[in-house]
């Protein structure tokens, strides 16, 4: 399955080590980038990606405030927060909106489980 | 290489190294928040490399503030000193923000060396150690000291090691117990340690993003 798949992340180096990532794993995906949460809400008004990554600290609005607007816009995105932040605090407001939590440097393993997972809820609908 | 020739990072260069700088305050954050038993918010919205003169400018305001600084010595690949630095007003504020709990007067008074230190050698350790380890290099990093003075008294420190004249200056934004304080980190970096972290962030870029242009 092709899916859709939006980036986000202030850090371009990040980006791309997430690119890098995704070109070994699903290299047919299209992928959208967006350097801050503004960026990206613009690019998800006229698209629908199944998937999102998003970087917790960025300066504007942080990737738990752009979780929760997405998750009112594309109720059906599967959505995960990519942070060296593991505070309980950051993980459980991640968990109350059904995202799930990455750590941060993000591994192409950790990537490739909750990709897995996100097709697999994505075949499910 | 000259020594007047400065070294300059590339966009990308600077985007690697504040992403890491991020990684490691994230870090702290989370370690700050079980010691302190509370969400720590800690932020870091930017990263620069400026001249020591700048770095003075920017931390003593035309007012010439009174500062105080936890101050580190970093030694490995890359020599340097880092200080976590505080308008000397905030700093009760910070210590009652970590310390918590209704403390009298004379017992933040009382606190306050200790607490700064504490707080200080997490927040830098967590920034060196995981700078280092993502740039897969060791740094051996010395017991936190704190210092009182003027901007330009922090950047005048006796070496070694040789302080230099580029300063990694990091604005972080640090809240706690509904206190919000804002601070900076600054990094010293002598000359050949900049040419160091230049060829280690490009390895590192190499890692994480594949074969791109720098």
Known sequence: MSLTILIVDDSKLARMSVVKSLKALHPDWTRLEAGNAEEALRLTQNSNPDIALLDFNMPGLDGLDLAAELRDSHPRMMIALISANRQQDVVARAEAMQASFLAKPLTEAALAVFLTKAVDAREKD | ?214
């Open chain 2, 1 to 214: 290489m000259n020594a007047s020739t400065p070294i300059h990072l590339s966009e990308l260069e600077l985007d690697a190294l504040t992403e890491l700088v991020n990684l490691g305050i994230s870090q702290a954050a989370g370690d700050l928040a079980m010691m302190v038993r509370q969400e720590v918010v800690l932020s870091v919205p930017r990263v620069a490399l400026v001249g020591r003169d700048e770095a003075i400018h920017v931390l003593g305001g035309a007012e010439r503030k009174d500062l105080v600084a936890v101050h580190q010595v970093f030694e490995g690949d890359i020599i340097g000193r880092a200080l976590l630095i505080f308008p000397e007003a905030k700093s009760l504020e910070l210590v009652r923000a970590v310390v918590g709990g209704d403390l009298s007067f004379e017992d933040i008074i009382e606190l306050e060396q200790e607490a700064l230190s504490e707080t200080g050698n997490v927040i830098l350790n967590g920034c060196l150690g995981t700078i280092a380890n993502e740039l897969e290099r060791s740094l051996k990093i010395s017991l936190p000291e704190v210092l009182h003075g003027q901007s330009a008294d922090l950047f005048e420190l006796d070496p070694p090691p040789e302080s230099g004249d580029t300063v990694m200056l990091i604005y972080i934004h640090f809240a706690v117990r509904e206190r919000d304080i804002d601070g900076h980190i600054a990094m010293l970096l002598d000359m050949p340690s900049l040419a160091v972290l230049k060829d280690l962030l490009t390895a590192y870029i190499r890692r994480v993003a594949g074969d791109v242009q720098t």
